[in-house]
Structures are given as structure tokens and as C-alpha cells.
């Protein structure tokens, strides 16, 4: 099936540090790509969407200056966190669609960000 | 926003079906219903999809009823391994938007 990879999967940085969260698609090409956060013992959700060689569109309250979104091939979208604060720690997880096959999208295996 | 109700939790009987109901009420025609799990720490991943009719693949069965305002996830034969998190998800659009989803445990 298809595989979707995040790197890093733990991240630790100071308060005020930016991080960057890298999504790739490994054997198809996906024009779009989401971003999901995770808070402990919470529901996924959905932060924004990625569609390649284009601008994100982000889910109402999420800030696209705090939460950079690039999605610049078929096969991978960053998501960079800026100047970080202990209240951006949790589980971001992307996911991606393949080209033309349905809705079903291949989700990565998330990424544990702490921010100190 | 999520457009599904489902149970908080449930437990199931190691080797017997595990039957999780979902309510989406307010679907339209052309939406789809995906089922997603997720095992602690890890990213969901899918199960099955439907629009009207039954559908089944080796992982599980997906019953939508006649009007299509619930569906029912069927795992025949729980294992272990199936104690996770199980989302229903109506598609609207591009995007998914889950709801809060069933903790199942699978009892031995």
C-alpha cells in the first residue's frame, strides 16, 4: 500500500525556536497533503491543506504565519512551526491523497514535538 | 466540523465480531463514509469506505442502512491488536474532519 514518512518523529526545542516537519509520499505522488495536530487524549484536527505549487489553505483559527506550510513537489510538504512556546507541543501528523484515487488519504506516523 | 456521533468506548470479546456503530444523520447524497483506526502514537490508518452499499474487504465490513444515516464497522473476528481508536469520518469535499471517535479494547 501506499507509504506516507515523517521526519523527524521526536523533536525537542527551546521556546522560541522555529522546527521544521518534513511529509513524504514514497511511492505515489500526492497533489494534496494535509496537517493534522493532536493534543493527548484528543481527536485529530485538521490544521490545513496542502496542494502542490500553491498556497496552503489553513482551517479557521489555525495562524499560516506561526504554521508555514510548503508543498513545492508531488512528494513532499513541510510543515514549519515558528518561534515555538510550550503550548505548540503535540502530535502533528500529515497525510496525503494519491493522484486521482478517491478520497482516501495515507496518513504518516506523526511526529511528538515538545517544546521546552 | 465533524458531522458523526459514535460511542465513546467499547470493549469486545477476543475472537468475537466487534460491531461499531456510527450515526451521521445529516449526509448527503455524494458523501462518503471512511473508517480510519488509531493505535496509541500512531497515524490512522484506513480500514474501509462506503457510499450506499455494504461493502467488505479483509479487514472488515461496513453496513450503511437504507438511508445512509448510520453504518456500522464490523471486525469479525477481534484480536488483540485491534484495540485502537476507530474514527468514522463523512467526506465532505477534500477534507477530513473527525469526530471523537470509539476506543475499542479487545478483551482476551
Known amino acids: 500500500g501506499a507509504v506516507v514518512s515523517q521526519h523527524p518523529s521526536r523533536v525537542i526545542c527551546k521556546s522560541g525556536t522555529s522546527v521544521k516537519i518534513e511529509c513524504r509520499s514514497l511511492?505515489?505522488?500526492?497533489?494534496?497533503m494535509f496537517w493534522y495536530r493532536q493534543f493527548p487524549k484528543q481527536s485529530l484536527m485538521l490544521m490545513a491543506t496542502?496542494?502542490?505549487?500553491?498556497?496552503?489553505?489553513?482551517e479557521q483559527g489555525v495562524e499560516k504565519d506561526k504554521f508555514l506550510i510548503n508543498h513545492a513537489s508531488l512528494t513532499l510538504s513541510t510543515l514549519t512551526v515558528t518561534s515555538a512556546h510550550p503550548e505548540d507541543s503535540s502530535f502533528y501528523i500529515c497525510?496525503?491523497?494519491?493522484?486521482?484515487?478517491?478520497?482516501?488519504?495515507?496518513f504518516g506516523p506523526g511526529t511528538r514535538l515538545t517544546v521546552t | 466540523d465533524a458531522k458523526t456521533t459514535q460511542p465513546t468506548s467499547m470493549d469486545c470479546a477476543e475472537g468475537r465480531a466487534a460491531n461499531l456503530p456510527c450515526n451521521h444523520s445529516?449526509?448527503?447524497?455524494?458523501?462518503?463514509v471512511y473508517w480510519y483506526r488509531q493505535i496509541h502514537s500512531q497515524g490512522p490508518q484506513y480500514i474501509i469506505h462506503?457510499?450506499?452499499n455494504n461493502e467488505t474487504n479483509e479487514m472488515a465490513s461496513l453496513i450503511i442502512t437504507e438511508d445512509r444515516k448510520s453504518s456500522t464497522l464490523i471486525l469479525p473476528h477481534a484480536t488483540l491488536r485491534d484495540t485502537a481508536v476507530y474514527y468514522c469520518?463523512?467526506?465532505?469535499?477534500?477534507?477530513?474532519?473527525f469526530g471523537t471517535g470509539t476506543s475499542l479494547t479487545v478483551i482476551p
Open positions: 497525510s496525503a491523497r494519491d493522484l486521482g484515487y478517491s478520497y482516501e488519504q495515507y
Open positions: 511511492d505515489f505522488q500526492a497533489t494534496t
Open positions: 496542502s496542494n502542490e505549487g500553491s498556497k496552503a489553505t489553513y
Open positions: 445529516t449526509i448527503s447524497g455524494n458523501e462518503y
Open positions: 462506503g457510499l450506499k
Open positions: 469520518i463523512v467526506v465532505t469535499g477534500n477534507q477530513f474532519y
